[in-house]
Structures are given as C-alpha cells and as structure tokens.
C-alpha cells in the first residue's frame, strides 16, 4: 500500500485546510485508514478515522466539531475537512492504513503510512 497526502498549507486562525490521502494498492477497500499529526516537540497522535465503509466515524477531543474525516472508497481517497483552525492543530498531518490494528489510537500500530503534510496555522 502506498499513500500519498497533500493539501497542507499555511493559514490563519478560523481558517479552513482540506487534506487529502490518495492510496494505492490492492483492495485498499479492506484496509481502515486514518490521520495522525505530530507536532514539534510532541510525539506522533491519532486525530482521526473513518469506519471501512465511511460511515462511522471517529476523533480525538480536540478536533471534534471542527474537523471531518470522509474516505472515497470509488477514487481510493482519505480526506480531512478541517475547519476553524487554531494555532495548536499545527503539525504535520500524515496519513496510514492498515488492514486491523489492534488498538486505532497507536501509531505504532499502523503498517502504512504516507510522508506527512504540513499544516501551519498562524494567530
């Protein structure tokens, strides 16, 4: 599986960024996939993961009602609406996949991963 994110930029707080994760590989459908972010200084955190079928979906505190995670499962595409921006979601933003990890909310859990985006929000 390979991963390809993008859509990362600088903008200002209570702005708005759409990324993007375009996957390839076999039945890329079968595999659960989701955003990280790691921060300067701060390890890699879970932000947020779509059920296989896109229909349940699921986010860290901090993110919750400003960002929304959708998959594509027709053009094999993670996507990750995020809205009023705050100064601390800056990071960069890396997408994975995997068939089943055992705990979601591990990074160090997940098999693939695509090379990061980075997202700056500025006060």
């Known amino acids: 599986v390979q991963l390809q994110a993008s859509g990362g930029g600088l903008v200002q707080a209570g702005g708005s960024l759409r990324l993007s994760c375009a996957a390839s590989?076999?039945?890329?459908?079968?595999?659960?996939m989701g955003w990280f972010r790691q921060a300067p200084r701060r390890e890699r955190e879970f932000v947020a993961v779509?059920?296989?079928?896109?229909?349940?979906?699921y986010y860290t505190d901090s993110v919750k009602g400003r960002f929304t995670i959708s998959r594509d499962n027709a053009k094999n595409t993670l996507y990750l609406q995020m809205n009023n921006l705050k100064p601390e979601d800056t990071a960069v933003y890396y997408c994975?996949?995997?068939?089943?990890?055992?705990?979601?909310?591990?990074?160090?859990?997940?098999?693939?991963w695509g090379q990061g985006t980075l997202v700056t929000v500025s006060s």
């Open positions: 590989g076999p039945t890329i459908s079968n595999y659960l």
């Open positions: 994975a996949a995997d068939l089943s990890p055992a705990v979601v909310g591990n990074p160090s859990l997940w098999r693939f």
């Open positions: 779509p059920s296989r079928s896109g229909i349940s979906t």
